[in-house]
Each structure stands twice: as structure tokens, then as C-alpha cells.
């Protein structure tokens, strides 16, 4: 008997492969996450993150502009302040790191969008992502300080405002608080979906964030749970988000399947830490094939229905892709 319909037929080369892609990764696709640290000339590779540096401004501002070169359209600033407090304050302090990183890379790069991360945890003497009241975090204090934070950042030229923080109504407070401050036009990506995950043992190194005491899971999400995740992203949407961020990404990829499902606003996902270390460190064993598990993944989270990828390979990615 003859087959009438043989699906190999259209595997037979690369241009056929090409032709009918349903998935198509761009440069356009990527933010590229920034740290930034106190000082000048400041170059210091992470050791749990191959490829990444804590950055002073004035090289931050030179990374941002290969970045662009690159046509990588955005970055996302993280930073270690020069002091910590029990509240977090030099999260809000314009002479910090991230501020003055984000006012000198848009004087320098004004056509690279620049997303500030929103949260306390790298800011406060705990670590935690909020103000304490002995060991519970104060959801309704906190939102107080995120809403400063939020406004430090969009003074200092922020396109974007991305909340990490996982306190409830934190979106409505910062839409608010920048409104307030005529900022209307600065948009929120909401980490609306974050998990307390295992994966951001990397990062906690690089923003030097690990809590004193205790976990985050009184108020990240538990890794068990979606209808919960879609009560957030509802949430979220409700009180102004105009972007919604799943995080992590790899692990996750049918909670971003799902979100994408049933909203009609960007999805962006977080290529996290772990997730970056894990391939570096699988690649430098020469157990695995850099290049191509990178594109494998990154695609795989486009095609579960991220429009935004917040990833540490983005460099590499866009070189290759640029070819």
C-alpha cells in the first residue's frame, strides 16, 4: 500500500525546513539583564554566571551600546547599592547604581528601552523583598517603597517598570504612583508569575540578594501551581500591567503556553539564572552543544508563546542569528 502522506518530505533540506518554520526567533525578541555595581572601571566576572560581569556605570553604558549594536532592543538593570538598610532605601536613592546606570545608558543609547527591576531584596540588610515586621514580610508597607523605587527609576529615564516583588496590589500602587507623577507613558512588565524557585541560586550570587533568614515562599509562588498563576495574571491585568512575565522560563513552559492562551497582552518569560548556569556549565564539559541547546531552548519558549525573552544568552544568541 502507498502512503499518500509522508511529513519527511518536507524535512528533506534546509530550505524546506526554513520555508515552513511555524516558530521564528529574532534578536528583536531579547532583554539582556545588566548588573551594575558601586565604583568606576569595574569589571568582574560572576563566578556562578560564565559571560556575565558586575559592571561599573561608565562600562555598563559601554556594554549597553555593543547591546544595541547587536540590534538587541532592550536591557534590564540590576544593581548592588554601596549601602543597605532595614527598608531598602537606596533602592530609591538617585545617586545609586541602578539609577545613575539607567540616567547615563538612555543619554547614551536613547533608542535601547531600559527596564528597572522593582524589588528590595538586593537593597535591604535581610534580604528580603519587603518590609519586615519580625520574620513576615508587610505586604501593605512595602507596596509604600515599591512605589518609590518605581518612580526613582522612571525618573532616571526608565521605559519600563518591572515589579519583582510579588506583594498583592503592588501593580495598582505603582500605576498609581507613576501616574501621579505624569508618568504616564512608562509601562509595567509585571513578574506576575514567579515562582520560588531553585533556579535563581546564580543570581542570588550576582545581586548578592540570598535572604538572611528564612525563604521567599510566603510570597513567591509555589512551583505546584496554574490555576493560581492565572489568578495572578488576572490580578495583574485588573490593576494596569501591560506586559505579564512568567518566571522561570524552562521549566514553566505550560504556564506560558496557558497564559498566552487566554490574555491578549504581551507574555514575556525570564531565561533565569539557573537555567544560564546549567547550560554553561554542561558546555563547558563538552557534554553538550552550546550553540545549538541555546537556540533549541530559546525557541522552544517562543513557540510556547513568549513575545518578550529576558535572557543571559541574548549576546550570543543575536550573534549567531545575525550570522
Known amino acids: 500500500m502507498k502512503m499518500k502522506l509522508r511529513p519527511r518530505r518536507l524535512r528533506l533540506n534546509e530550505n524546506i525546513r526554513v520555508m515552513i518554520r511555524e516558530t521564528i526567533l529574532d534578536v528583536k525578541d531579547f532583554v539582556y539583564p545588566i548588573f551594575v555595581v558601586p565604583g568606576s572601571n569595574v569589571r568582574e566576572e560572576i563566578p556562578s554566571m560564565p559571560d556575565c560581569y558586575h559592571l561599573s556605570v561608565d562600562n555598563a553604558v559601554e556594554l549597553a551600546k555593543k547591546i544595541a549594536d547587536l540590534g538587541i532592543p532592550a536591557v534590564e538593570i540590576f544593581g548592588l547599592p554601596e549601602y543597605k538598610d532595614e527598608i531598602g532605601s537606596s533602592a530609591w536613592d538617585m545617586n545609586s547604581p541602578v539609577q545613575r546606570a539607567i540616567n547615563a545608558i538612555k543619554s547614551a543609547v536613547p533608542e535601547l528601552i531600559i527596564v528597572g527591576d522593582v524589588c528590595l531584596c538586593q537593597y535591604t540588610s535581610h534580604g528580603h523583598c519587603g518590609c519586615l515586621v ?44 507613576l501616574d501621579d507623577k505624569n508618568f504616564i507613558n512608562v509601562s509595567i512588565m509585571s513578574y506576575a508569575v514567579k ?15 540570598a535572604p538572611q ?21 488576572a490580578l495583574d491585568l485588573d490593576e494596569g500591567a501591560d506586559i505579564i512575565m512568567v518566571k522561570p522560563a524552562m521549566a514553566y513552559l505550560d504556564v506560558v503556553s496557558k497564559v498566552r492562551a487566554e490574555i491578549d497582552r504581551p507574555v514575556a518569560v525570564y531565561n533565569v539564572s539557573g537555567e544560564y548556569a546549567m547550560i554553561k ?23 510556547a508563546g513568549a513575545d518578550i ?12 542569528l545575525n550570522g
Open 195 to 209: 515562582y520560588a524557585s531553585g533556579f535563581y541560586g546564580p543570581f542570588r550570587d550576582a545581586a548578592d540578594s
Open 134 to 177: 519580625d520574620h513576615y514580610v508587610d505586604n501593605d508597607r512595602t507596596l509604600e517603597l515599591l512605589s518609590k523605587v518605581a518612580v526613582s527609576q522612571a525618573e532616571a529615564g526608565a521605559d519600563i517598570i518591572a515589579p519583582s516583588d510579588m506583594m498583592d496590589g503592588r501593580i495598582a500602587a505603582i500605576r498609581a504612583a
Open 281 to 303: 556549565a554542561a558546555a563547558a564539559n563538552g557534554w553538550i552543544d552550546e550553540r545549538r541547546i541555546v537556540m533549541e531552548t530559546l525557541t522552544c519558549m517562543k513557540r
Open 213 to 233: 533568614f528564612g525563604d521567599r515562599k510566603q510570597y513567591q509562588m509555589d512551583p505546584a501551581n496554574i490555576r493560581e498563576a492565572m489568578k495572578e495574571v
Open 309 to 320: 525573552i529576558i535572557t543571559y544568552h541574548a549576546p550570543d544568541a543575536a550573534r549567531w
